[in-house]
């Protein structure tokens, strides 16, 4: 398989609600270093909206009046399909609920359909909740060993039982919905719906939602929050009267300068021949049928 990385979590996963960023502490939820398979670092810190309640519930009332855009079911599908061409090499995203290794970028071990890391605190932070959900399972006895090894690269406490451990309980419906869940709640929902009160539609929400699972829900300057910051430096976004293609080209650029600033020989095709292709096609609502490639191989949905 080929992967993109781990994925940074914000240790307190809150879904953003407008458009304002409030900085707390001092994160970094940078990309990671590898050419090709990138990931990226836990953040030490958390997004946080600086709204009312009566504001937030305004932007609910908004939401719900939109379109469902990517939260759609096909849409969403589609979404997961076109993740996964970047993280697994596969359309079938469903197969990599039991994926698990270390892939050596510095994260430990990499699981699961979104890159879950022990070294980055999102497959910790699943593992607790599943378990709190379901106190029996075969991973519970490794939370101990999770909890040392949050932040590093380290195994121990782990080998050799974790792997398979791992792989057996993907078999069960509970832990693939547990994943889902996570994901979710961590990556998809946030980002959908900060896209939505930016003014952007089906495939802005995409390449949000996407920069969300790469470069994770940081607030540094290479985390989701901050890389969003740069570009509404550079441009107005659609609900700020802005051009929904010119916001996105540069929130675009500046993902990219983000994968190739530790390593300019980093793969970014992802962008490159997939979601700017999209853009530059005009398919701001990300109909199909598609077409596009990454890592040079080329995928298709009708």
């Known amino acids: 398989m080929k992967r993109a990385g781990c994925l940074a979590l914000s240790f307190l996963a809150v879904a953003p609600l407008a458009t304002a960023v409030v900085f707390l502490l001092s994160p970094d939820g940078g990309s990671g270093d ?11 810190g958390s997004y946080s ?15 719900a009046s939109l379109p469902p855009g ?4 096909a849409s969403k599908e589609l979404a997961q399909q076109i993740v996964a061409s970047a993280e697994n090499s596969t359309l079938n995203w469903r197969s990599a609920y039991g994926y698990i290794e270390d892939i050596d970028d510095g994260q430990g071990y990499t699981a699961g359909i979104i890159g879950f890391c022990t070294g ?16 029996d399972n075969g991973l519970a006895r ?8 949050d932040g590093t690269d380290s195994h121990k406490g782990l080998d050799p039982g974790f792997t398979a451990a791992w792989k057996a309980e993907a078999t ?32 802005g929400q995409f390449i949000y939602y996407d920069a969300m699972v790469l470069h994770g829900p940081g607030i540094g300057p290479n985390g989701f929050y901050g890389l969003r910051e740069r570009a509404m430096k550079e441009a107005d976004t659609p ?12 929130f675009l650029d500046i993902r990219r300068k983000a994968m190739k600033s530790k390593n300019p020989d980093r793969d970014t095709t992802r962008i490159d021949t997939a979601q700017r292709q999209f853009l530059y096609d005009g398919n701001l609502s990300l109909k199909t049928p598609l077409t596009w490639q990454v890592y040079g191989e080329t995928y298709r949905v009708p």
Not at 34 to 44: G, H
Not at 178 to 202: H, I
Not at 242 to 250: R, T, V
């Open 34 to 44: 590898s050419p090709a398979i990138p990931s990226a670092s836990a953040s030490t």
């Open 70 to 73: 990517l939260a759609a079911p």
């Open 172 to 203: 069960k419906k509970a832990f693939r919905d547990a994943q889902d869940e996570e994901r979710d709640r961590v990556y998809f929902n946030p980002a959908v719906r900060l896209a939505k009160l930016d003014g952007l539609g089906t495939l």
């Open 120 to 135: 980055t605190h999102d497959l910790l932070t699943l593992v607790e909740r599943y378990t709190k959900a379901h106190p």
């Open 239 to 250: 609900s700020q009267g802005g051009k929904e293609k010119a916001y996105l080209d540069i």
């Open 142 to 149: 490794y939370l101990p060993a999770l909890r040392k090894v």
């Open 49 to 63: 909206d600086g709204k009312s309640a009566s504001e937030r519930k305004a932007d609910d009332k908004l939401i």
